[in-house]
């Protein structure tokens, strides 16, 4: 049975999620500071460059965030070797989950616009599981339903009027 999710383990995951990223930042030769935080029963990890220069960190990021996801995959797998417990955490490099986040609101509110004003179901570009809980979670706050269809990287969500 797996262990429980307290503190101490999720800081036990950040140390081993940050000893995993350091090691590659050093392979790679890119500078980039690690900060480490447990918040909601998750653990958080960040890569902020160094004085300013997100050249080398980029790369980490690549095009709409999938060097970001499959590298956070692979932090999660060295989490689960090393304590033998899967891992929620979500790293965030330069800045780009928060800024994707800010983009999702708008996305989600435009889908919450045009479901009101034409009554119709509004189907959303496929994303990452990450990227659809953001969704989801805003479609609710602005009092819509929605729902993901499709399978693997056609994955996606579609956003309706509650029924009445």
């Keep these: 049975m797996a262990e429980p999710r307290g503190p ?19 392979i790679a030769d890119i500078d980039g500071d690690i900060d480490i935080e447990v918040r909601h029963g998750r653990t958080y990890i960040s890569i902020v460059a160094e004085e300013g220069d997100t050249t080398g960190l980029q790369a980490l990021v690549g095009g709409d965030g999938a060097v970001l996801e499959a590298l956070q995959e ?66 609710a706050d602005l009092g819509l339903v929605s729902e993901s269809e499709g399978e693997g990287e056609e994955r996606h969500i579609v956003v309706s009027l509650p029924e009445s």
Excluded: C
């Design 8 to 26: 101490g383990r999720l800081e036990e995951e950040g140390d081993v999620a940050a000893d995993y990223l350091e090691e590659l930042l050093d």
């Design 74 to 139: 692979l932090t999660r797998l060295a989490v689960l070797t090393a304590t033998e417990s899967r891992s929620r955490l979500v790293l965030d490099i330069t800045g780009y989950r928060r800024e994707r986040g800010a983009q999702l609101q708008v996305i989600a509110e435009q889908a919450v616009s045009r479901a009101k004003e034409d009554g119709q179901d509004v189907a959303l570009r496929p994303m990452s599981a990450y990227e659809r809980k953001i969704v989801h979670d805003a479609v």
